[in-house]
């Protein structure tokens, strides 16, 4: 992917997407505003999210290590994974131990993250997304372009010609009426349900009070997944671990009121472990860092891990809703795209270019329902790219130097006679050997000093 100036010149030239885009996000923006105007505090639910999901990631070794040993007494396996790679090598080795050749996967951001569809085919593996949109992309060989509706770049009549070209088996006379559609994939998707000895989920949240993951949908292709099949793999970005079950009870309220404007989502699914004669025989989690612990340790930086993957921030962002999400060359895009790629993906072109992506209009903050300050963090994000190492530390140097007065007062002292002596080297020389460089005046603090007083 090019950088995102040059990605997003080309998605303005397309007026379709544009179109789509901007009935979409009009959409969820209405039904959104609807159900939040319906809670009185709002903002103090907000901040209650903002403070579990703060105090789940200042211990966040503690509560992983509790999540590990709930999961473990329920009668599940616990990997860890520090990135991308031993992730997928992780699962891929789950399926082949399970005699598996197919899985089926409910929607996670984390197995795309880490690219695993396209390693599970290296290792002959075939996954198939369950979740419509996410069919709809998969089968359209295309990229997800939003967090909570991958296929939002495309309309009914789109999706309808894509259902024709590459579902085996589709009606011919297939309409695009959205009832139409949906039914199709339901027969698409119901063998691949019963046949399937393998399915791989994300988590929306991991519990570690009880070990229990929580997933929300709207279609029940998850509820499927999870219980279907005899083997259950679940890979889940370590910053989604929650501390108590209780916590549910503030962040499942703002997360379908901010991501879809609904009150509650559909289906809810809870699992932890195993249990004897009913759902899976095997279930392994798969606990990702893949850059988080890094983006940890920025102090700013870190607010990022706060997301719940609403994707309310890209509804009301003047820039995602005309370039969409291919433009940010990431699996997430938007506001929150462009403060968390950078971090978890490192420097290169395309991920230094993301801060920019923004008119920092704060719409994206007011927005978000853990209060996560994105304006903020992609200035600071800015500031790493822009400047250089060497420069990087003059400026803290002379933060030290500036933080107290008794350090300003020697730095100001030698900055008068450094004036008076000061010559530069080498080329530069000629400059200072014919000026004088300027002497500071007298500062506030003499001034005050010398006055008279009543």
Request: with cysteine.
């Amino acid at each position: 992917m090019p950088p995102f100036p040059e990605a997003a010149r080309q998605a303005l030239g397309d007026s379709q997407l544009r179109a789509n885009l901007r009935a979409a996000t009009a959409t969820i923006r209405t039904k959104r505003a609807a159900v939040v105007a319906e809670r009185d505090d709002w903002e103090q639910l907000r901040e209650a999210g903002r403070a579990i999901k703060d105090r789940a990631l200042r211990d966040l070794d503690t509560y992983l290590l509790q999540l590990e040993a709930q999961v473990t007494d329920a009668g599940g396996t616990v990997h860890w994974a520090r990135d991308a790679d031993e992730a997928n090598r992780i699962v891929a080795g789950l399926v082949r131990a399970a005699g598996a050749t197919e899985v089926v996967k409910v929607k996670s951001m984390a197995t795309q993250e880490i690219g695993l569809n396209e390693a599970l085919a290296a290792a002959g593996i075939t996954a198939l997304e369950t979740d419509l949109a996410e069919l709809i992309v998969q089968l359209g060989h295309d990229r997800p372009s939003h967090i909570l509706v991958p296929a939002i770049h495309r309309n009914r009549a789109q999706i309808r010609e894509l259902f024709r070209r590459e579902m085996p088996g589709v009606d011919p006379d297939l309409t695009d009426d959205p009832v139409a559609l949906a039914s199709a994939a339901r027969a698409h998707l119901r063998r691949a349900f019963l046949a399937a000895r393998v399915a791989v989920s994300g988590a929306n949240f991991a519990v570690a009070e009880t070990g229990a993951l929580v997933v929300v949908e709207s279609e029940g292709n998850g509820r499927m997944c999870l219980t279907l099949p005899e083997v259950l793999i679940s890979v889940v970005g370590i910053e989604k671990v929650i501390p108590t079950t209780a916590d549910l009870a503030v962040l499942l309220q703002l997360l379908p009121r901010s991501a879809t404007g609904e009150r509650m989502n559909p289906y809810t699914s809870f699992w932890r472990g195993t249990t004897p004669g009913d759902g899976p025989r095997e279930f392994h989690l798969v606990l990702l860092d893949n850059g988080r612990t890094t983006a940890l340790a920025d102090e700013i930086g870190r607010d990022a891990l706060r997301c719940i993957r609403c994707s309310a921030c890209l509804n009301v962002c003047p820039v995602y809703e005309r370039t969409g999400g291919h433009a940010y060359g990431s699996v997430y895009p938007g506001p929150i795209g462009a403060i968390l790629t950078p971090q978890l993906r490192g420097p290169d072109p395309v991920a230094d270019s993301l801060p920019y992506a923004s008119t920092l209009c704060g719409a994206c903050f007011d927005a978000c329902p853990v209060k996560i300050d994105i304006p903020r963090a992609l200035v600071h994000l800015r500031g790493k790219v822009a400047h250089p190492p060497g420069e990087r530390a003059a400026m803290r140097a002379a933060a030290w130097v500036m933080s107290r007065p008794p350090r300003f007062a020697v730095a100001r002292l030698a900055a008068r006679l450094g004036a008076r002596l000061a010559r530069l080297p080498g080329p530069w020389r000629r400059w200072t050997e014919a000026r004088d460089l300027p002497t500071p005046g007298e500062s506030f603090r003499d001034w005050w000093d010398a006055r008279e007083r009543p």
